[in-house]
Nanobody, 114 residues
């Protein structure tokens, strides 16, 4: 079982990106999902989460700009990022609870710069 995160890139301040996190492999039980990020020289921080039932939450610094969602038919987790700021520059990681195990994606780089 693997998670593959993609969708990062270079974007100007105020721009948008959508990150995706796809599951590969056979899964019997899908649990919660989350996005984390790690900026240069800083610890990894939780950004947003979605429960198995679909309840979402976001860290205060991204509320109103980022939205976590999930497409169960595609087994994919998303993070829609609007109004990007330089402070959002980081490696973004997805995490999902799959068959009661915590699984991490490999990370995708988001760079916000003019």
């Amino acid at each position: 079982v693997q998670l593959q995160a993609f969708g990062g890139g270079l974007v100007r301040p105020g721009g948008s990106l959508r990150l995706s996190c796809a599951v590969s492999g056979r899964i019997f039980k899908f649990g919660s999902g989350a996005w984390f990020r790690q900026a240069p020289g800083k610890p990894r921080e939780w950004v947003a989460g979605i429960t198995g039932g679909g309840t979402t939450s976001h860290v205060d610094s991204v509320k109103g700009r980022f939205t976590i969602s999930r497409d169960d038919a595609k087994n994919t987790l998303y993070l829609q990022m609007n109004g990007l700021e330089a402070e959002d520059t980081a490696i973004y990681y997805c995490n999902r609870i799959l068959d009661d195990r915590s699984v991490w994606g490999q990370g995708t780089v988001v760079t916000v710069s003019s």
